[in-house]
């Protein structure tokens, strides 16, 4: 498969302390790639640099071969175009509806009628099993279809790649399994290029095509499921099992 993001020894820090210590990372085309590690182990930092959020200290991120640490504004946001996220906390607009909220990309990026933009904004929340729920506000939904409906504004103007940061952090078990079926699900639909934050360790091998591990700045392991599942890498270990003895060192 094709990379359609390469990611060359970044560097990232916040004053004294080293987040990003040269972070070597490649995310395959039409796959989902799930990164994890410690909360707060710079796995959101990380994220950020992708689409360039945060600048990096020192390295290079390559979106389709061209590396976005270079580029202008203007330039960048036309490379933003080929992105959605999902935040953590959804990141509605408490004075939008739903609708608006979905819409809200397609009305700031693109010149389209107002007829095509509320037929893109019901087969998106379609999509995301949400059907007829345009004139709600985020303040009348759950967590769950807060989520759904982040998710219907992240791919509303079909980009290439979703970016997902912690997607099923505060749901409940149910919940956390619904939003990861919604991922796969999407993910095929569209064709995306998913890249997951996640500490969940049942999800990460539910969605993951492959899976990385994000450690003291560095990916310490990279691998297909099966891969990460069999290997003998401490820290990889420790993490999947949850042990506090070893190598992680619990603060």
């Known amino acids: ?45 990380l994220l950020k640099h992708i689409i360039r959020l945060l600048k990096p200290d020192s390295g290079h991120v390559l979106i389709k071969g061209i590396d976005i640490t270079t ?5 960048l946001n036309e490379i933003r175009k080929d992105f959605g996220m999902l935040f953590q906390d959804s990141a509605l607009f408490d004075s ?8 809200f990309p397609l009305r700031e990026q693109t010149k389209m009628k107002d007829a095509e933009i ?5 087969d998106r929340l379609r999509a995301v099993g949400l059907t007829g729920i345009e004139n709600k506000m985020p303040s009348e939904l759950s967590g769950g279809m807060k989520k ?42 569209f064709n995306l290029t998913s ?17 990385a591990m994000l450690h003291e700045g560095k990916i310490v392991e990279y691998g ?22 070893g190598p992680i060192k619990v603060i």
């Not at 939008?96 to 819409?103: H, I, K, L, S, W």
């Not at 509320?118 to 019901?122: D, G, H, L, M, Q």
């Open 71 to 75: 580029l202008n504004d203007r330039d």
């Open 195 to 211: 890249i997951v934050i996640s500490h969940d360790v049942q999800s990460i091998f539910k969605i993951g095509h492959k899976i």
């Open 1 to 45: 498969m094709a990379n359609i993001i390469e990611i060359i020894d970044l560097h990232k820090s916040f004053r004294e302390q080293k987040v990003l210590d040269g972070v070597n990372l490649e995310i395959e085309e039409g796959k989902t790639t799930v990164i994890i590690g410690r909360s707060g182990g710079g796995k959101s930092v």
């Open 148 to 189: 759904r409906v982040g998710l219907a504004r992240a791919i509303a103007m079909h980009p290439q790649m979703v970016l997902f940061d912690e997607p099923t952090t505060g749901l409940d078990p149910i919940m956390t399994e619904a939003i990861n079926d919604l991922i796969i699900d999407t993910q095929k639909l």
């Open 224 to 245: 297909t499921p099966e891969e990460i599942r069999k290997s003998k890498n401490p820290v990889l270990e420790q993490f999947l099992s949850g042990n506090t003895e």
């Open 118 to 122: 509320k037929k893109i904004v019901a």
């Open 96 to 103: 939008m509806n739903v609708g608006e909220n979905v819409a």
